[in-house]
């Protein structure tokens, strides 16, 4: 299917995204204390290291989600389930999945009233002046791929359901 | 209803969807939603809620601490440092009774300290160590059981992906939790050296010897672990003499151990690559659940359970002893079925309060610390208690061919140290708090 395999290059890529800037968080945190321990030759630390680790961490969790739920990495407990048979978890995964995908979807919205909240009022972090809604546009990327992510695995359970799905991820 | 009727039978509803394999942070984030909302009467303040929660949460600046020390432990996975760790504790011990067992177990609890999750410890010691066991003829059961256990090190010793969350849920210095889970963790590992010792006279079918290094070699091969040891000194030094702070902590380890593996030639492109997805996975379980608890405690909060619980508690006249067996009681039993970070989420609110309210003769603080390291310690049991103990599991994975109940009857003398354990602590707190106390 075209579209699930475009979700998950995008989650793959934004997953990849989220890494990097992570890799950054953690030169940028070097640079700043070096910067600070050095203070006697004149350096510094890097301004307004705190608000990007701030942003940065935000754009890399949301940018997880999506890659996560592909590779169903959400903590769940195998007990009882397990002894009710084929057709029984199939038919929890979908539930499960169908309400992951609502949750996905509210965090989404309440995602972008707050960020519409931070435009208006214009609210900016507190050294380096940057617009708080950038941050939350960056978060949105991720909000956005975990409902389609979500989503796509609800209809790949439903196939699994129906018998459909011979083999893929449709557990 | 009354909110605290609501609060608790929140936790039955919880435990159902649970059980109905419904994702732990999924169902805390359900259960929190509707709570606060038949607690307040309308969806508003839920809703306005959750505008900002998610991005404060994900955006936290001490929770940023924990993505971060994953990569480390992925980028240490990747510098070879297991292999060396293990070179030189079996060249120091591997000729003794046991010594092999003993040596894994040495190595994870280094590993430990420059890796702050059990499961990426269990299994990168896994992979260098069970061939090594097997070579030398011990069993599947005590192959398997040292290196599950080991695992638990993992977490047990600094840093800790859990006492980060302990120490934000329950306001206290992650610096001095580092410090004080220590002596703690050293512990654990010289009891599961013992528990081997005994294993192997009591089975000793169960282990070949391995012929005794000569001592050029043994120096040899403890050199190669400076990086190791530079790395860990780096970091919890460093956080503990106020270089900087436990997220900047875990940024140098982040970048000493990335700088290690690329010097080893672990880290190129599809190196990072696997390293950060691997970090993704991981990292996107732990936030989902820890927006999913903050749902839930803030639902908690607006019934007044936790407030209730620790008044009632507090004037109820049980003995603190009591009390605090009885908590610990339960987090061995809920460790039986879940993982350490849900438990440590869902209990924490409503047990740290309760503990806060006992008096145990000590300082409130001191109190917090010593409450956070016995709690570490019991939910870390769990990893390796049938039927749930993931450990177990990514162990014996590992191993080509050891039957699931070998490795449950391997995990039992490690267990039982770990009981052991958990009462000296109970009945000791100077141990915990004995290096806080000395350092600050």
Known sequence: MVIARLIHRAALALALAGGLVLVAMTLLTVASITGRGLIWLGLGPVPGTYELIEMGGAFAVFSFLPWCQLQRGHVTVDLFMERLGRRANLIVDVLANLLLTLAAAVILWRLWLGLMDKARYGETSFILGIPLWIGYSAAALGAVLFVAVSALTMVQSLQALSGRAAEGDGR | ?440
């Open chain 2, 1 to 440: 209803m009354s909110g605290i009727d609501l609060g608790l039978l929140s936790f039955p509803v919880l435990m159902l969807l649970i059980f109905l394999r419904i994702p732990i942070g999924l169902a805390m984030l359900l259960i929190g939603f509707f709570g606060v909302w038949s607690v307040t009467g309308s969806s508003r303040a839920i809703l306005a809620q959750l505008k900002s929660v998610p991005y404060d949460t994900f955006s936290s600046y001490s929770l940023s601490i924990i993505p971060l020390f994953l990569l480390m432990g992925q980028f240490a996975t990747r510098g070879g440092m297991s292999k060396v760790l293990f070179e030189a504790a079996a060249a120091w011990i591997g000729h003794r009774r046991g010594g092999v067992a003993m040596a894994s177990v040495g190595a994870c609890a280094a590993f430990g300290a420059i890796c702050g999750s059990s499961l990426a410890t269990a299994a990168t010691m896994g992979q260098v160590a069970l061939p090594e066991l097997k070579r030398y003829g011990y069993s599947g059961s005590l192959s398997t059981g040292c290196l599950a256990a080991g695992g638990t090190l993992g977490i047990l010793i600094p840093p800790s992906v859990i006492l980060v969350i302990y120490a934000i849920l329950a306001e206290q210095n992650i610096a001095k939790l580092f410090i004080a889970a220590l002596l703690p963790g050293l512990l654990a590992a010289l009891g599961y050296i013992l528990a081997i010792a005994l294993y192997v006279r009591l089975f000793p079918d169960s282990a070949r010897q391995r012929d005794a290094v000569p001592s050029a070699e043994r120096w040899q091969a403890l050199a190669k672990v400076w990086p190791v040891l530079t790395v860990f000194l780096l970091v919890i030094g460093g956080i503990y003499a106020g270089w900087f702070t436990p997220t900047e902590g875990a940024a140098v380890g982040a970048a000493g151990t990335g700088l290690i593996a690329w010097l080893n030639g672990g880290l190129d492109w599809t190196g990072l690559k696997e390293s950060i997805l691997s970090t993704a996975v991981s990292t996107g379980m732990i936030f989902f659940i820890v927006l999913g608890a903050a749902v839930f405690n803030s639902f908690l909060a607006f019934s007044q359970l936790p407030q209730e619980a620790a008044r009632y508690v507090g004037e109820s006249g049980l003995s603190p002893w009591l009390v605090l067996t009885i908590m610990l009681l339960c987090y061995l039993l809920f460790g039986c079925i879940m993982d350490s970070l849900s438990m440590i989420l869902l209990t924490i609110p409503i047990f740290f309060p309760m503990a806060m309210a006992l008096d145990f003769g000590m300082s409130a603080e001191e109190t917090a610390l010593w409450f956070g390291i016995l709690v570490l310690i019991v939910v870390e049991v769990g990893l390796i208690t049938p039927p749930v103990g993931m450990n177990l599991f990514v162990i014996n994975s590992l191993s080509d061919g050891v039957p699931i109940g070998q490795t449950y009857r391997g995990a039992f003398p490690f267990i039982l140290s770990d009981f052991i354990r958990v009462v000296i602590l109970v009945l000791f707190p100077g141990i915990t708090l004995f290096l806080v106390t000395a350092l600050y």
